[in-house]
């Protein structure tokens, strides 16, 4: 996986609700995130992140990565609460570059 390859830490969701389910353990930097996802689309779940708290993971920095591509698609995402809109397929590089502009580096002790 591209991530992991990169030095990311993944957690994968098979659904919008187990998504929901593993913030409540903990909040990731970034949530990456389809649209089409059966019991509750990527549109939905984000907004119920929203509504969360910030320490719930209600700012987490989220990207719809979607085959879902036109224009449209994007002013969905971006009014419903992700920061950006990917069009699936994506080029592996420029994923792992446009993720680490959202996340913010650790801040390093030295």
Known sequence: ???TQAGAEVAVAASALQALGQLNQSVPDLLLC???MPEMNGYELIQQIRQRR???GGNIPAIALTAYAGE???QHALAAGFQLHLAKPIDPDLLVSTIATLVKPQSQEG
């Open 72 to 74: 449209v698609n994007q």
């Open 54 to 56: 910030h320490d719930q």
């Open 1 to 3: 996986f591209v991530l």
């Open 34 to 36: 389809d649209i089409g």
